[in-house]
């Protein structure tokens, strides 16, 4: 795997620098360098040690190259009606297996551009290369092996002091008969005052072990403001490896939501930079899986000035066999005085093969700061479930109902009423609960 | 209509908490149950209820001549056992008018019928808490999270107005409550009081037991009931205390 890799891009690396120039091709060049060195991660390293990607990388892929074109499934809008959030009137980037399909997309460049990097390299060459790998400060094999390879994905610019009119949904499908590895890469820009909401949902439309390794670079300028939801309730086969990096100036508000419902392995680095003092970062995650899957979340904000404010919570509920991991490392740095920082990760474990290795990690250098972590790790409350049941509600449901509402903070920051009905049943689903 | 008959029980590691205890509950009474601290009071009422921590050691709870113990807990609220909890959990994000609308469903659902029209409901809630002089507010609120003791106690009686059971069982339902909150509760009991309904009221304080007059009263010490009479015996209680009936059992 690892050396079909570094073929497809020596193959490809020629086009790749033509299309992209010299300043991002030297960036790609350094990229493909360091991964050939690294190797993939291990279980060995710190940071991948409750994760294994041994069975993700025993598959057989077909890799997707980098020029890729439009494959021969043409899919109906029909197909994926479900997927998309109906009665939401939303810009869509659709990809299908790693190509942009413009049939399936409603994209714009009035008043904000929702486009593609593939479409783009050629448009505005300057300011994509200004924007490419410019937050993605990870040196992990994947973010690299992203870099060197993605120029695909979906492009956000919202320009100074505009509100998005409508928000924005990306999506990845996949339909291909053999197990896909594609690269994606999405680039966001808040510039100065504006305002967006996003959606990103990666899905595989069969049975097949597909694996995506996106990446998401996120500008939020002075005074922006943010807000972006990761679906991801994927079929049991499929991997995502998703890293994003959120960084963030001055005054802004930056919202990430992730919703980890399914999938065999979803691996997410989600990194706050936060440069600019008053700035505002909520983190909220959900995590509901089952049989065998598996979720990794590392998470790390950067407190790298003072007044700023990080309010993380993550929630899980483990069923079956599956696994997660939580990681949230929170750095509050000399300088970062009046530093708010706040993180909590409660976690249900549904049975005892279910499993789930939970870190805090705080590392303050400031003394003027109010930070404080805690997690939790625990079965049902049996007296509130005993309360309900004496109620005459089942035990089934009163299980389901404790379940939600505990799930249910993790929907604070959801704000679009259509997105919510569609988490809330995806929540009643995975808790196995029906729809009242 | 119940029936507890030399009931023993205790907890999974052996430890014997209810050691034989009997009785007959008529329709249309209401009796009374008092004794110290630890004699076994909650466990009867939780046992009786259904909680699966207890283990049921001998004996049998009767209701209508049937035998409860190999019912769930809800099977038994479906049969019509209410118990008002001498702690109420706090439940946060369950709000107390999904709660009780979830509940009374069950219910429904139990005998068959489908769910009360929201409007209904909604009437049937609202003349609930009227009659237990509570704000419509209430019903947004967390299920009894950062509710204070009274507020408690009061949530419990509002579920038992709602679902209307034929045997409540009032665990210390008065403990903390002022004498205006107690006159309230005292309330929304009598008004479900019927020739068919009965109640048991487990309190320390006689005071509860004259709103809520009792037909019967009895003692329960060491896990067994010691002494029982009518109301007068409450009185009685709460002149002496409890210190001449340990003496009075202490041979025994
Ligand atoms: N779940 C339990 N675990 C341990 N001990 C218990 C439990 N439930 C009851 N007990 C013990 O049984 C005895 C009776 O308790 P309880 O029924 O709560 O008494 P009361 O309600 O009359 O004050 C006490 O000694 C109490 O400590
Ligand atoms: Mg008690």
Known sequence: MHNTLLNLYAEHEADLARESGDAVASKRRTAIDRFEALGFPTKKWESWKYTSLKSTLATEYTTVPPFASASQHALEFKDLESYFLDELDAYRVVFVNGVYSSWLSSTTHQGLDVCTLGSSWRKSPDW???????????????????????????????PKNTAADKPIQIFYFTTADEPLFSQVRNIVVVESGARVEIIERHQALNGKAHWTNAVTEIRVAPNAHLRYTKLQNDVSTATLTDATFVHQAADSTAVVNTFSCGGKLTRNDLRFHLAGSNAEAHLHGLTLIHGDEHVDHRTYVDHAVPHCTSHEVYKGVYDGRSH???????????????????????????????????????????????????????????????YLRARGIPETEARALLMLAFANDALAQVELPALERKLHALIHKKLRVSVS | MLSIQNLQAGLADGTSILKG????????????????????????????????????????????????????????????????????????????????????????????????????????????????????????????????????????????????????????????????????????????????????????????????????????????????GTKDLALELEERGYDWIKKENAGK
């Open chain 1, 128 to 158: 994509l290369a200004e924007n490419f790998a410019a937050l993605d400060e990870l040196d992990e094999p994947l973010v690299l092996l992203n870099r060197a390879l993605a120029r695909e994905g979906a492009l956000v610019h919202v």
């Open chain 1, 324 to 386: 997660g991991v939580f990681n949230g490392q929170i750095m509050v740095r000399p300088q970062a005085q009046k530093t708010l920082a706040y993180q909590q990760n409660d976690n249900l474990l549904l049975n005892d093969r279910a499993q789930i290795d939970t870190k805090p990690q705080l590392e303050i250098f400031a003394d003027d700061v109010k930070c404080s972590h805690g997690c939790t790790v625990g079965q049902l409350d049996a007296d509130a479930l005993f």
């Open chain 2, 21 to 228: 205890i009997n009785l007959e509950v008529k329709p249309g009474e209401v009796h009374a149950i008092m004794g110290p601290n630890g004699s076994g009071k909650s466990t009867l009422s939780s046992v009786v209820a259904g909680r699966e921590e207890y283990e049921v050691t001998g004996g049998d709870v009767l209701l209508d001549g049937e035998s409860l113990l190999d019912c769930s807990p809800e099977e038994r609220a479906h049969k019509g056992i209410f118990l008002s909890f001498q702690y109420p959990v706090e439940i946060p994000g369950v709000s107390v008018s999904n709660f009780i609308k979830t509940a009374l469903n069950s219910h429904r659902a139990a005998r068959g019928e489908g769910p009360l029209e929201a409007a209904l409901l909604l009437k049937k809630m609202r003349e609930k808490l009227e009659l237990l002089e509570m704000d419509k507010s209430f019903l947004s609120r967390s299920l009894n999270e950062g509710f204070s003791g009274g507020e408690k106690k009061r949530n419990e009686i509002f579920q038992m107005a709602m679902l209307e059971p034929r045997l409540a069982i009032l665990d210390e339902t008065d403990s903390g409550l002022d004498i205006d909150a107690l006159r309230i509760v005292a309330q929304g009991v009598n008004a479900l009081k019927s020739p068919t309904n009965a109640v048991v009221v487990i309190t320390h304080y006689q005071r509860l037991l004259e709103y809520i007059v009792p037909d019967f009263v009895h003692v329960l010490l060491h896990g067994k009931i010691v002494k029982s």
